[in-house]
């Protein structure tokens, strides 16, 4: 049974556009959430994150918000660039320790 | 640089011959763990280590053995692979306890006939 769960195995957007990438999970004691991404060859780079105690954090082009009473999380890119076409993994943990579970990722593809 | 490496980059190997996949970190992170990483199921778990001498199962840990003699390394080993462990793995390490956010290396393709 898969506690985190990304139910969109692939997206495609115009360059410019908004990508929305989402995230459910199960388990009630996450509370700390986390973005990764992933390009070919290479291992899965830390995007953003997210605490329980909050519902929304930015940095930069990238925005993550938290809805902890559906438990789902989504992840804005704007305005969406080629170099953003990528698979996106989200992550749920427990702030007090350092296991992770993966949701099966998003592959995003940002067209010019 | 900050980085965990992880050898060989892809290996091909058949049914039951014992191979080792090697990780090291040069970031004296305590916390190291290995995954594997299977089309729609993202990456699971399957062995972490809290630091040296320490290691435990994560979800998927049957099948492989790690060791954690050093800070530094955490070999992954698989005593008789068989084919349903073909995968993609990646090691990945991070500073304290209390962190989440894992550093990831560059990922190993394992292949078993």
């Known amino acids: 049974d898969q506690q985190v769960k990304q139910n969109s195995p692939s997206l495609s957007v115009q360059e410019g556009r908004i990508s929305i990438l989402n995230c459910d999970y199960t388990n009630s004691m996450f509370d700390y959430f986390l973005w990764y991404k992933k390009y070919p060859a290479e291992g899965p780079t830390f995007l953003i994150s997210?605490?329980?105690?909050?519902d929304k954090n930015e940095d930069g082009r990238f925005t993550v918000f938290l809805n902890k009473s559906a438990k789902h999380l989504s992840l804005h890119i704007v305005p969406s660039q080629p170099g953003d076409s990528a698979v996106y993994f989200c992550?749920?943990?427990?702030?007090?320790?350092?296991?992770?579970?993966f949701g099966g990722g998003t592959r995003v593809l940002v067209k010019p | 640089e900050a980085q965990v490496t992880q050898n060989p980059r892809y290996l091909i190997t058949v049914t039951g011959k014992k191979l080792t996949v090697t990780c090291s970190q040069n970031m004296n992170h305590e916390y190291m763990s290995w995954y594997r990483q299977d089309p729609g199921l993202g990456l699971r778990q399957i062995y972490y280590?809290?630091?040296?001498?320490?290691?435990d199962k994560g979800d998927v840990p049957e099948g492989y053995k790690v060791s954690r003699k050093e800070k530094r390394n955490f070999p992954l080993i698989l005593e008789s692979p068989s084919p349903n462990q073909t995968s993609l793995y990646f090691c990945?390490?991070?500073?304290?306890?209390?962190?989440?956010?894992?550093?990831f290396g560059p990922g190993t393709r394992l292949t078993v006939l």
């Open positions: 992550a749920a943990g427990q702030a007090a320790g350092n296991k992770l579970t």
């Open positions: 990945a390490s991070t500073h304290s306890r209390d962190s989440s956010e894992q550093f």
């Open positions: 997210i605490s329980s105690i909050k």
């Open positions: 280590s809290m630091n040296v001498e320490v290691t």
